[in-house]
């Protein structure tokens, strides 16, 4: 049996690609990708149109998604999640290791997020969803919309650069104290500047160092891939490292730290922090001072 989903476009809306304007739209659609699939498969329609990737919204359009019943629907994802901050329209979770941030697949934290936050009373409430992505090894700092509004506007923010994000992680080897690397990933443009905050010897590693990362451009596992680049992979990857220094069944060292930005209703000046992983502590005990937020 198929099923109908309906959104009215704001009036008065700047210009802008369904693509965009409809990440939030529908509670079945959690996820930009998702909206796209779901456009390719005209599942998506405007205003009686099948609606393609390069359909405009302007305002007052009738946004429809079809889409058929699913039996596991009523199946709920039993996953608690560490909430750091919440209000009304936007929260942020520390996301665990080993688990996607979401996807087809039907563990992932944006499927667990209804159950662990509150519901918005704002008008444009929609299904609670993450706003970026962070890999499935990788813990900490997530983004997530929880109104229309604030997803879009969130979306932006990303776009233009304007959310700061630092990560740190372990790596392996001798480093200079800082440094930038700008070193192309698939062909684009890609850029990360790091500092060396401690440093440690390692009978087996020789030297590890706790490492402070901000990615300047966000491409697809960019950390990950520029450590190993420039020689010095982070600990515990299992995709991007050396034969001779894989370290099994501790899980990736690298954490999304903190996230500062300007909350898109509010105006508020936002600085969220994670608590540190216990493993990067029992290495590296001055963690702790050091990512005071």
Do not use: W
Not at 74 to 103: F, H
Not at 110 to 121: E, I
Not at 239 to 264: N, R
């Amino acid at each position: 049996m198929q099923f109908v989903e309906t959104h009215i476009a704001k009036i008065n809306l700047e210009a802008k690609r369904l693509q965009e304007y409809g990440v939030g739209v529908f509670k079945r659609i959690t996820s930009k990708s998702a909206l796209k699939k779901a456009i390719k498969k005209e599942m998506v329609f405007v205003d009686g149109k099948v609606a393609s990737t390069a359909t405009f919204i302007r305002g007052g359009e009738r946004i429809e998604y079809h889409y058929y019943a699913d039996n596991n629907l009523n199946t709920r994802l039993k996953l608690n999640l560490e909430v750091i901050y919440e209000d009304d329209y936007l929260a942020v979770i520390n996301k665990p290791a080993g688990i996607l941030v979401s996807g087809n697949s039907f563990k992932t934290v944006a499927n667990a997020l209804s159950q662990n936050l509150k519901t918005s009373p704002i008008y444009d409430a929609v299904q609670p969803q993450p706003v970026h992505r962070l890999d499935y090894a990788t813990t900490g700092c997530l983004l997530v919309g929880k109104t229309n509004t604030a997803i879009i506007a969130l979306n932006q923010l990303f776009e233009d650069k304007k959310i700061h994000k630092i990560y740190y992680a372990i790596t392996i080897g001798r480093m200079k104290p800082l440094g930038t690397i700008d070193i192309p990933i698939d062909g684009k443009k890609a850029i990360s500047t790091y500092q060396v905050i401690e440093t440690i010897v390692s009978q087996r590693f020789k030297m590890l160092n706790l490492v402070r990362l901000i990615p300047k451009t966000g491409r697809r596992h960019q950390l990950r891939k520029h450590m190993l680049a420039i020689g010095n992979p982070i600990l515990g990857d299992a995709t991007y490292f050396f034969e001779d220094v894989l370290l099994k069944g501790k899980g990736l060292y690298l954490q999304a730290h903190s996230l500062e930005f300007i909350h898109p209703i509010s105006e508020e000046e936002m600085f969220i922090t994670a608590l540190g992983p216990k493993k990067f502590i029992k290495l590296f005990p001055n963690y702790i001072s050091e990512t005071k937020g």
